[in-house]
C-alpha cells in the first residue's frame, strides 16, 4: 500500500528539528531509522502532515562514555550499538538483547531511541533498557531534561515525550562484569516477540549479589520484575534455587491475549523463560 502524501523535511540540528516540531504541532512525526513508522505510514495508520527526519544530524550519532555510564545518541543504529565496544563491556544485556531484533538490514537502518520512543511492547529494546535503568534524555523548547525508565513508558505507545520535544539520548548505568542473558520466543525468526526475558546478573563467589529483570509484551509497556530480582539476591546459582525465585515473575503483569497465546499461557511461559534467563546470566 502507498502512503498518503507528505512533507519532508531533513534538518541538520536538533535545535532545527525542534522548531520544526513546534511549528507543525501533531501534524509532524519524526523520522529517525524508520523500522517502526513505515510500515505504520504504509497501511495508512497514521497520516502526518510532515515527516521530520532526522537521520542526518550529526550531533545525535555518538555513543559515548558519561561518567558511570553509556549515553547512546538517538541517531544510533542498532548495528552501531551492537559494533560498540564500550556497549559490549560495560552493557552486555543490550549487546544480547539487540541480537535479536529483526534482521541485519533492519539492525542497519532502526535506531534503539527510535525503538524506544516508539514504546510497543513487543519490542526488544524496552525491557533491557528499563531492567538497566536507563535514563532517558528530551530536549524540547524549554531545553533539556531526563526521565528515568520507570516513568518514561506511559501506556502501550505512549512515553513521557510530549508534544514539540525530542528523545535525544538514552544514558545507560554501566554494569560492568555482569553476566547477561536475552531470552526471546517467537514462531517465526525474527518477528516481534510474543514473549522475552531481559536478565543481568552479578554474582559473588556462586551467589547472586544482584539482578535486574526485564520483561517484553507481558503488559501495555515494559515491565521490570521486581520481585524477582529481590527474591534471587542472596540465593546461590544454581537451578533450583533460581526456578524458585523466578516462580513469581507473572505476578502484576497483564500479558495480552491474542493469536499468540492466551494470557495465562504467556504467564507460564514467563516463568519458564525467565528461569532460563537467569541460569543463561549466571552462567550456569
Known sequence: MIPPEFDYAAPATVAEALELLAEHGDEAKVLSGGQSLLPVLRMRLNAPGIIVDISRIEELKGITEVGDAIRIGAGATYQDVLDSALVREHLALLHTALKEVADEQIRHRGTVCGALAHADPAGDVGAPVLALEGRMVIQGPDGERTVDGADFFVDLF????????????????????????YEKFVRVSHQWAIIGIAAAVRTEGGTIAEARVGLTNMGSTPLRARAVEEALVGQEATEEAVAQACAQVAEGTDPPSDLNGQADYRKHVA???TRRAVLAAVGA
Open 158 to 181: 505512549e512515553t513521557a515525550v510530549g508534544e514539540g520535544e525530542l528523545l535525544t539520548a538514552v544514558e545507560i548505568p554501566k554494569h560492568t562484569g555482569w553476566g547477561a542473558h
Open 271 to 273: 516463568g519458564v523463560l
